[in-house]
């Protein structure tokens, strides 16, 4: 039930993605880009998240965007420091 509830979350968030920036540009996102280059070619994340535990002193955005009609087997990650990308991952999911 929670897997099924899970890939309607998906697509749904799928489907919603396709109207931001051309996701073709998201296999173009480097290292050392600032946050709002990134939003300029891509857009807001589909999803984003904070990593601050551990009494860090910096906080680490991890931003998702999901596939989309564009892009469709291709889940980007986009890691962010102190409003950089530090880190990129592209991930195919079936």
Not at 15 to 28: G, K, L, T, V, W
Not at 46 to 60: L, M, R, Y
Request: hydrophobic share 45%.
């Amino acid at each position: 039930m929670r897997a099924i509830a899970l890939a309607a979350f998906l697509m749904m968030c799928a489907i919603s993605s396709a109207f931001a920036a051309d996701a073709a540009e998201r296999r173009f996102i480097r290292e050392g880009m600032s946050e709002g280059e990134v939003l300029v070619k891509i857009g807001k994340p589909d999803s984003e998240s904070f990593d601050t535990g551990g009494g860090a002193t910096t906080t680490v955005k991890r931003w998702i965007y999901l596939p989309t009609p564009r892009d469709q087997q291709t889940m980007t990650t986009v890691v962010l420091q102190n409003g950089k990308v530090i880190e990129v991952e592209r991930k195919v999911v079936k």
